[in-house]
């Protein structure tokens, strides 16, 4: 069915690596680089109502989440924020023992191996489950046996096979034990109610980009009871903790982003939840041997956004497998797009899959509001014909 052009993705499956731009988000932009110039930092009639519109924004996003304004901290995406919060508590909360998963995100795994050698930290990976699940139990146990201070940092949604952390679960775990808890909020924002007031979290993170605003801006949720010092030194923007000129359309275009969201979150999830729904039953129909990776198939387990699909073809054929999909305009990934070139393969799936399964190509969809079941018709049918 070559109904598409080569340069037109109009399949669009990558949804946890970035997200299309809401019009509303992209209006918003717009005007604030055309009306609102001046320099958030400047005292006169230029720069005030650019601080102004910054602070607007900032009390906006911490009302979501039932913060402070003064808890939010802007970044210039998730990365920044993890390396900000993970760096400043081995450095200035004094953090000898950080707990974390070997499925994290790189922003989390590679700042811990640099913590490991700058501050000479001890670094524990809990236990999963077949499916890539936190062990609990586990964790449990780890934290009872340090004689250290310790900081739990796991992933909210695993942004490779989409499973779920419990939260409130992990909080618990770690009021009990008088442990720091920091979770890579980055594929939830903006995609369920975070209440902040009810689930003890002391460190949150967040980029714009994953919940249809714009690129290079993101934010950290820092509870006021941690003391930290900036990573990027020079002035005293961002109440000192990051120093540099604010990015005011883009901070204003995430908050705008984040609003439309959760305004909208009701009625976007069933429409994004039943067109997951509908996409493993038409792979599980229309594909003979195709698996889902992690707990990726079910519903109650992982997030509505996020597939993460085995299929019976040699691995060595993935490359070619996703090109033939992209010139038929339909876009997805074989994992995060932050490791985009590695040749070492999905640090995710390689924890959770067996060496048989491994052998095999699978790929990661992910889904939002601007996509149909038509679309999926379209993807499912033209996988079909590349594996006859």
């Known amino acids: 069915m ?26 918003k932009i717009v005007d604030v680089l055309k009306n609102n110039y ?20 900032r009390k906006e996003i911490a009302a979501h989440l039932n913060v402070s304004s003064s808890e939010i901290i802007f970044t210039s995406g998730g990365t920044e924020a ?27 795994i590679h700042t811990l191996d640099e913590l490991e050698k700058d501050y000479n930290v001890k670094v524990s990976f809990v236990k999963l489950d077949n499916n890539g699940g936190i062990d609990y139990d586990n964790l449990n146990e780890i934290l009872t046996k340090s004689k250290d201070k310790c900081l739990v940092s796991l992933m909210h949604v695993n942004n490779e096979i989409g499973n779920m952390l419990d939260l409130e679960k992990v909080s618990n775990i770690c009021l009990e034990h008088n442990a720091l808890f920091h979770s890579d909020t ?20 967040a980029s714009a980009h994953k919940f249809h605003g ?40 995430m908050s705008e982003a984040l609003n439309i969201s959760i305004s909208k979150l009701e009625e976007e999830t069933k429409h994004i939840y039943d067109l997951k729904q509908y996409f ?28 993460n699909v085995q299929f019976p073809l040699e691995k060595s054929k993935a490359e070619l497998f996703l090109f033939k999909l992209d010139l038929k ?24 899959l067996n060496k048989d399964a491994l052998k095999n190509v699978s790929i ?25």
């Open 2 to 27: 070559d109904t598409f052009s080569n340069t037109s993705y109009q399949c669009y499956f990558d949804n946890a690596a970035t997200t299309r731009v809401r019009d509303e988000v992209a209006d």
């Open 38 to 57: 001046g320099n958030p930092s400047s005292t006169h009639s230029y720069g005030r109502p650019s601080k102004s519109l910054i602070e607007v924004s």
């Open 82 to 108: 993890d390396n900000l919060i993970l760096r400043s508590a081995a450095r200035d909360l004094n953090i000898k023992h950080f707990i974390s998963s070997n499925i994290e995100h790189h922003a989390v």
């Open 186 to 205: 980055v594929q939830t924002i903006g995609h369920y109610n975070i209440n902040l007031s009810k689930t003890e979290i002391d460190f949150i993170v």
């Open 214 to 253: 714009p690129k290079g801006v993101g934010f950290a949720y820092i509870n006021k009871s941690s003391s930290l010092r900036p990573l990027i030194f020079g002035g005293m923007q961002e109440r000192g903790y990051r120093a540099g000129t604010e990015s005011v359309h883009n901070i204003v275009g």
């Open 280 to 307: 493993i039953d038409k792979l599980k129909s229309s594909i003979k041997g195709v698996k889902f990776n992690g707990c990726s198939e079910d519903m109650e387990k992982s997030t509505y956004t996020i597939l």
């Open 329 to 352: 305009g339909i876009a997805c990934s074989k994992g995060s797009a932050c490791q985009s070139g590695s040749d070492a393969g999905s640090h995710v799936l390689n924890e959770v």
């Open 364 to 388: 990661r969809f992910s889904l939002s509001v601007y996509n149909t079941k038509d679309q999926i018709d379209i993807v499912v049918n033209e996988i079909g014909n590349l594996l006859d």
